[in-house]
């Protein structure tokens, strides 16, 4: 189908420009990180198991960053639209698309970026649509959402059902993000009580402290607030 068959909807947005610094940098620190875990397994295997993890868990990282860089992109038909991930490609008919929007991810990367809301309130990024990508992302969404409502694949319509899920799954992903700040905070405490036992010779165990103690306050923390979220949304209402 043509361009002008579709009435202008049809439109593919993969990565053409530059690779966003962030992944580069993520990619470059999992190279050294890689090395220097490689280097101590060979000389000392008392961390090999620490070492080991660090490696695999590295490397998921710079494989995860490499295949979205090369597969990542979102296809705009007349029949819906498509998301094709690091792993999986998700389509979504027009019927099942609530809205499209560009939203700010403040201190996330990349800053600004576009997002597919489905008629259950589940958010889905769309892959390049963002300011690496495009000189104005909010005006190609803008176009994208206009030319949709024009040929009625999508309505204009505000559903308060929809947007209270929306509205809920935001407040979620703000206490993940809280939740995964929190768990940074007790890993670098952990990280200070683990050194300070072994400087003063005392008996120490990394992996525990440093690695799963965190990894234990992650789901509390969500639960908390999570929890203190909803009461503030509650008394807001």
């Known amino acids: 189908m043509s361009e002008q068959d579709s009435g202008g909807i049809a439109r593919e947005y993969r990565r053409t420009r530059r690779m966003p610094p962030q992944a580069a940098l993520t990619m470059i620190a999992a190279a050294l990180v890689g090395t220097v875990s490689v280097l101590s397994m060979t000389v000392s295997s008392r961390e090999s198991a620490w070492n080991g ?65 489905a008629v259950d309130g589940r958010r889905a990024r769309l892959p390049q649509i963002d300011e690496y990508q495009l000189a104005d992302p909010i005006a190609e969404v803008a176009d994208l959402y206009a030319t949709a409502v024009g040929l009625g694949l999508m309505s204009p319509e505000a559903r308060p059902d929809v947007e209270a899920r929306i509205e809920r799954g935001a407040r979620r992903r703000k206490a993940w993000q809280r939740s995964a700040i929190t768990v940074v905070v007790v890993a670098a405490v952990m990280f200070v009580l683990d050194s300070w036992l072994l400087f003063t010779d005392r008996p120490s165990n990394t992996f525990l402290l440093v690695l799963c103690v965190p990894l234990l306050c992650l789901p509390l923390a969500f639960l908390v607030l999570d929890r203190v979220g909803e009461a503030r949304a509650a008394r807001a209402s």
């Open 53 to 117: 993890f660090a490696l695999a868990t590295w490397t998921v990282v710079v494989a995860r960053t490499a295949l979205e860089q090369w597969r990542a992109r979102t296809s705009v038909t007349a029949d819906g639209v498509t998301v094709r991930g690091a792993l999986r490609t998700r389509t979504w008919p027009w019927s099942d698309v609530y809205g499209l929007r560009v939203e700010d991810n403040r201190h996330g990367f990349p800053r600004w970026s576009g997002y597919l809301y």
